[in-house]
């Protein structure tokens, strides 16, 4: 787990972060960690690691605080967000991935994504008068996000 953290924080900070795809849209491949955190992990210990993913990425990115806003509302938000998506299966350990639709993993991913990216742009941009703009960067950069996501998983996928 640790290893993880540190792998997908600075190939978000050095890597990701300089990419621009059509010099707005910017995938957040580190939402994988949290996406992926144990259901029986410690729920404190997520939001701790959320709030370190958060600010270690704003520090070494000269953010704004975005990331650490973001990151720190959805770790805090993941319970809900689970048991919304999943509903009575929530509770089993790893239940979510190894034996959920598809249907179920997509809602929770896209909710979990469009939540991080909507708080991270409105964050960044901080005015109404940039409302269109916040929309826009939040779907299309939810969109490449959610695509690097689902083959991330893909290729960590158990063979049978």
Known sequence: MTLQFILLLFVQAFLLSNINFFGFINPNLYLLFFLMYRLDGDRTALIILG???????????????????????????????????????????????????????????LQMILIHHLLLFVVIYFSFDNILTIIKNTFLSAFFTFILVYISLGLFKERK
């Not at 704003?58 to 990331?67: A, F």
């Not at 048991?83 to 991913?109: C, E, H, K, T």
Request: without cysteine; proline residues 3%; positive net charge.
């Open 51 to 109: 709030f370190l993913m958060g600010l270690l990425l704003d520090l070494l990115t000269q953010g704004s605080g975005g990331h650490t806003i973001a990151s720190l509302t959805i770790t805090y938000l993941r319970p809900y967000i689970i048991r919304f998506s999943f509903g009575v299966s929530y509770d089993v350990p790893m239940g979510m991935i190894r034996g959920s639709l598809v249907n179920q993993r997509v809602a929770y991913f």
